[in-house]
């Protein structure tokens, strides 16, 4: 029974993507970019659905036009969460670019990509980005620039940061967590390590209901700032917005904690 539902929601998953698909060469062509988003909203609603995903925000109000998201980096559930309650043009490696279907509707959808490790490929996205929230577009990125443990977070990168005070436009930080039916860490949800797409699919798709948390941040102004106090001053916002979430302390939990609260 079990696999036959598994079965039926990966064929579910794969219609999704098609359609999305579809609706980027057919449709986005003809409509304006508040349509696309509300389209994106739309679509990412269903995959969360489709995977067991429900979303709760809490914490400050979202700001409503233009401006930079930055969120801590789980898994690659983290871009439908936020397009559900926030839809936004995303920044992605370009390895994501290859990636079998999800990679083409990505690059469809107007995912913008950067080539880790290479200076101009950086600078030329930094300018895209500027210009992108300049003209009144909301751009989300991950500046740890990988997926961590739940509870565990990175150092923020702060170059990105570099395009919301050229574009004069303020700074949102959320927080990202999934939790079980028990109130604990979601075991399937991380996207680490070695793990594959599909396998981690498979571990959602086969796992307990999941329960998106979403703690949105007060807002950070960009004047007067610059590239690394916005990234430290974000990244305080997103490891206090963990800390208080954070399970009961126990085991791993316990040192998680500890390296978050430090």
């Not at 490696?93 to 990505?106: D, N, Q, T």
């Not at 807002?219 to 001053?233: D, F, H, I, P, Q």
Request: some cysteine.
């Amino acid at each position: 029974m079990r696999a036959t539902l598994t079965a039926w929601r990966l064929a579910c998953v794969l219609g999704l993507i098609v359609r999305g698909l579809c609706t980027c060469v057919f449709i986005f062509p003809w409509i304006a970019p508040a349509a696309r988003m509300g389209h994106i909203q739309r679509w990412s609603l269903r995959v969360l659905r489709t995977f067991g995903v429900t979303v709760d925000v809490a914490g400050a109000a979202p700001v409503p036009g233009n401006l930079l998201l930055v969120a801590n980096h789980v898994s690659w559930v983290d871009v439908f969460v936020i397009n559900a309650c926030l839809p936004s043009r995303f920044v992605a490696k370009s390895e994501v670019r290859r990636w079998p279907l999800i990679g083409s509707l990505a690059a469809l959808a107007g995912t913008v990509f950067v080539t880790r490790g290479q200076r101009s490929s950086l600078r030329d996205t930094v300018a895209t980005l500027a210009a992108r929230l300049g003209a009144g577009e909301r751009i989300a990125c991950f500046p740890e620039g990988t997926s961590a443990a739940q509870g565990k977070l990175r150092p923020f990168n702060s170059n990105l940061f570099e395009a919301a005070i050229a574009a004069a436009v303020p700074v949102q930080a959320l927080a990202l967590s999934y939790l079980d039916d028990t109130g604990g860490w979601h075991a399937s949800v991380e996207y680490i390590a070695d793990m594959s797409l599909a396998d981690s699919m498979l571990a959602i798709l086969n796992g307990k209901p999941i329960r998106a948390c979403v703690s949105a941040q007060q807002v950070l102004s960009t004047a007067g700032a610059t590239r690394r106090t916005l990234a430290l001053a974000a990244h305080g916002q997103v490891a206090a917005a963990l800390a208080s979430r954070m399970p009961p302390a126990s085991g791993r939990d316990a040192a998680l904690h500890e390296e978050i609260a430090s």
